[in-house]
């Protein structure tokens, strides 16, 4: 076999690029399918390397349609043949069971789009070599990777991706319609579709600057009380982080949260703001009198003139809870309005938070007439 072998590089030296390429091919399927003692075996994988340095793509070609999906193919060859030519590396890259996940993410690391195209497109992609490509991959490849059933995808990578490429309208849409998409990354989107409309030059020309910012922001606080209403329970302390960290726990959005009684977020917002314990948080919302509620929400650091009325929503919501014929978010907010009429309009931090109750006061008589109507239709 040796005297065959060295036969053959000389051979390889005169013969023609397609005779090269036949005879690559045949090598490496016999290297795969022949039982060869180690001799054999060490001087048909040397004749496999020396074709790795041939001038001409196809041979190299030929040998990796030959070798690359099998298990047992030589690791030194395969990790050469992924750094070819794309038309040659798309073997290896993509059907080698040989390439571990240091060697994908090295490569998606250092490679071209290319290269980070194939890892994505892999049968079985692992949560590291995901990771890696949320972190590098441009937009193509990152939808080749969200596309791909097989691809195991971390919610840290998803939000990743949400951080990095959440205002591409294709990835975006991708992710929402995971049911593994963290909180956090689906109020990420929100904020990325929120930032698309301010941008938009016909709705600023059309409403102005100011009031379009305005819009945004109450969509945006309305997306993210429905995200926290959905969500398990387990999420939710990592939800309220992120938005504590994005200073979006805001009196207003608080506020919100509560009339529409999003009672585990609101907890967990309390306790994140106060340091107060959670088993405490949740006795004084539940059962606490006026002064102890009032101290809570001062130690969550609401000031006192807007700390009364979270107080009193906090005593209607406790009422409107023990009764299921009225809505729970008209309730609060209409006697809320009633309790503060005088206050509505004023130009301070109090008179803004009642601005937003009014609202959220209108938009839910608005939902309960269209329910009248289409209830009396029927």
């Known amino acids: 076999m040796v005297v065959i072998i ?16 036949v005879a690559a091919s045949a090598l490496g399927r016999v290297y795969l399918k022949s039982e060869m003692s180690d001799e054999r075996r060490d001087a048909a994988e040397k004749a496999m390397i020396y074709l790795l340095d041939d001038p001409s793509p196809r041979v190299r070609l030929a040998l990796a349609e030959a070798i690359a999906w099998a298990p047992h193919a030589p690791r030194n060859i ?23 996940d240091a060697d994908l993410v090295d490569l998606a690391a250092r490679g071209s789009g290319t290269t980070r ?10 949560r590291p070599v995901s990771a890696a490509l949320a972190e590098v991959g441009d937009e193509d490849e990152v939808l080749c990777l969200l596309e791909n059933d097989g691809a195991s995808i971390s919610a840290q990578s998803l939000k990743r ?4 490429l959440g205002d591409v309208s294709d990835i975006r849409n991708l992710l929402l319609d995971r049911s593994d998409l963290p909180a956090d990354a689906r109020q990420l989107l929100t904020q990325h579709v929120s ?4 941008g938009l030059p016909l709705a600023l020309a059309a409403i102005g600057l100011q009031r379009l910012q305005r819009i945004s922001r109450e969509a945006t606080e309305a997306a993210i009380v429905s995200i926290a209403g959905d969500i398990a329970p387990i999420e939710v302390p990592d939800l309220v982080e992120h938005l504590r960290l994005n200073e979006r726990l805001t009196p207003s959005f608080l506020m919100h949260a509560l009339c529409c009684g999003k009672v585990e977020f609101f907890a967990c917002a309390i306790v994140n703001l106060s340091d107060c314990s959670d088993r405490r948080v949740r006795a004084i919302l539940a059962t606490g009198r006026m002064h102890a509620v009032r101290a809570l929400y001062e130690s969550a650091g609401l000031p006192r003139d807007i700390s009364i009325i979270f107080v009193e929503a906090t005593f209607l919501w406790r009422e409107a809870s023990r009764k299921t014929s009225a ?3 008209g309730s609060i907010c209409g006697r809320l309005l009633q309790k503060f ?8 931090a109090v008179g803004e938070l009642l601005d937003m109750v009014e609202k959220l006061h209108v938009a839910e008589q608005r939902r309960s007439a269209r329910v009248y109507a289409s209830l009396a239709a029927a």
Not at 117 to 126: D, E
Not at 161 to 164: C, K, M, Q, V, Y
Not at 195 to 198: D, E, K, R
């Open 161 to 164: 991706i949400a951080e990095r």
């Open 195 to 198: 930032n698309a409309l301010v």
């Open 117 to 126: 195209m194939l890892i994505a497109a892999r049968a079985h992609v692992t």
């Open 6 to 21: 060295e036969a053959f590089l000389r051979w390889v030296e005169t013969a023609k690029t397609a005779d090269r390429a």
């Open 327 to 329: 809505s729970l978010l």
């Open 78 to 100: 395969i990790l050469s043949l992924a750094e070819d030519q794309p038309e040659i590396a798309c073997h290896a890259v993509t059907c080698s069971p040989i390439l571990t």
């Open 341 to 348: 009429h005088n206050r509505v309009g004023q130009h301070d």
